[in-house]
């Protein structure tokens, strides 16, 4: 492949120099106006569009194309249609229309609706998007697209995330008005997430069962080595997974996406990469495309990409930092604290939105990084906990004190904190140290979501984030637009706020129990699992957030809701199968062979020791003890599988038009029986011959690569 970066980059992606190039110029700048003003595109000129986006594809070896969406599976979804057009004389031509472009048509019955569709109502609608650039991959056209039913319901995690983002311009805009801001037209937000995720060897992960099902090792006993050494974090990167690397940031640097940062993560056989920030709704569809290119690409190399979020017991697992800030047209980053009057007083008054909405909105924002996979992560002291906080560091912590208390700020120089009359000292970016253990931490010139699971779509998580801001913002626009006197409402304003929403700030160590008591203690929320999550959704206050900003219909809430719960109960029902047929097929079988093999060994050496012809010989005590031990905890397993098959079959009969009963069950009963049945079998691995053992282990997994 090309070692020439800006050559590649891009190369597959139809994006804004291409359409330069290849529209006239009065079809381009109508584009562009589509695109800036979120306007209707008119059908003529999307002929035209499609057209030169057909012959570009072709060019770079298309020959199908698709509408590209994000349905409430987690992942995205291709119907390919190829470009082939029959004529008379029995050959084909290459056609792609303006309507096709603009709108597709996919089966809606067959993803997750929660009610909205029933599956005899099967017709659902993809719409372009074009803000975010169609592009080449694997000879197929793909075009990003939102998705909706017949009756216009979103179905979709694209369109939310598009609605959240129209709200925040549209609030964030009345606050820049009322500081004289009038160049800047438009507010976007900015977006990076950090990809963790862990690399295997693809002849190992084709052993075992629970990988294949679950993405997660249902059993494995830990390594007499873990990551107890931290040698593995930024380690110099082994050959085979440099190369990896390699192919990784190519592939994603032709499809435009600005893969910087790669290193060694924590736990052995895990790793990151960090992009560039980008708009908020490109950086979605882009995290989405390299979470599959990561696994393409692995599978080349003979690895097996795993983004679950805890695939091993007993090591860290992987998560997705969403790095998020709000940027203007005009380039100005909104979380930068700035040097001026007029810019310290604009900051502070972003920066006590954000405040006000994390603490009001805590329950969204815990919702919206909620799955049964992320459930192994939080609040396990290697991820921030379920509880939601938000870190500011020292230094701006005790600027944050003195303007609520109204006093002088003690730091490097002093100051006054009358807010609009003095300036705000400046703020270094690394006044303080870096917090790990927090969910929401200020720094320095955004904020990073530390929470997101590795596997899911940020699209849930931002789209939170800009809907509960959008609200403290438009509250506050609100306040000031029929201020008398604006400084000192201004002043009044960010000093009550801080005041009443402070409990959510919060710079110690979030791993700890004493935090939990604290944060108790303050009111803030504690839930720790998914199923105790959900039910916000329903909550009057975020029915009505969501309506009021033209989010979501109630309809469309409760969809969410019925979707994400049914959506937790299958994953741990398809577990609990999974380690049911581990464990009779492959487990306990082999067990059983083992224990035949040590009391075969015990009888010929007590056969051995009674012959006369032998005057001694050794003692048979280690077989005897181990066939014992093992004995003992194959018919613990036995029972513990018996159990749990009982369970999921009891979780079968249910109702389940009552969702969240039926995943109560599941976190209730289910979990603690599969966590039951894999203590034993942990512990018979332990104690048996490796060549008996019918799983690669945990060993030979994280440290084979």
Partial sequence: MSSNVPEIFGSMVFNDAIMRDKLPKDIYRSLKKTIQDGKDLDLNVANVVAIAMKDWAIEKGATHYTHWFQPMTGVTAEKHDSFISPQNDGRVIMEFSGKELIKGEPDASSFPSGGLRATFE?????????????????GVLCIPTAFCSYGGESLDKKTPMLRSMETLNEQALRILRLFGNDDVKRVNTTVGPEQEYFLIDRSMYEKRKDLIYCDRTLFGARPPKGQELDDHYFGAIKPRVQAFMKELNEELWKLGIMSKTEHNEVAPAQHEMAPIYDTGNIAVDHNQITMEVMKNVAKRHKFICLLHEKPFAGVNGSGKHNNWSMVTDTGVNLLEPGRSVHENAQFLLFLTAIIKAVDEYQDLLRLSIASAGNDHRLGAAEAPPAIMSIYVGDDLGAVLRA??????????????????????????????????????????????????????????????????????????ADTLED?????????????????????????????????EKEAQKRGLLNLKTTVDAIPVYLDAKNIKLFKEHKIFTEAEVRSRYEIELEAYSKIINIEGLTAVDMAKKEILPAVNRYIRQLSETAYFKQNLFLSKDVPAALPEKMEIDLIRKLSKLE?????????????????AKLDHQDKLKVAVFYKDRIIPAMAELRKYVDEMESNCDKAAWPL???GDMLFSV
């Fill in 122 to 138: 099967a017709r659902g609608y993809t719409a372009w998007d074009p803000t975010s650039y169609a592009f080449v991959k694997d």
């Fill in 403 to 476: 303007i609520e208390n109204g006093t002088s700020y003690d730091g490097k120089q002093k100051s006054k904190m009358d807010i609009g009359v003095h300036v705000l000292p400046k703020l270094p970016k690394d006044t303080s140290d870096r917090n790990r253990t927090s969910p929401f931490a200020f720094t320095g010139n955004k904020f990073e979501f530390r929470s997101c699971g590795s596997s899911m779509s940020v699209a849930g998580a931002n789209m939170v984030l800009n809907t509960i801001v959008a609200e403290s913002l438009k509250q506050f």
């Fill in 483 to 515: 201020a008398s006197d604006f400084t000192i409402e201004l002043r009044d304003l960010i000093k009550s706020n801080l005041k009443k929403h402070k409990r959510i700030l919060f710079n110690g160590d979030g791993y700890s129990k004493e935090w």
């Fill in 635 to 651: 018919d613990s397993a036995y029972a513990a599988v018996n159990r749990l098959e009982k369970l999921l079959d009891d979780a």
């Fill in 696 to 698: 690669p282990s945990y």
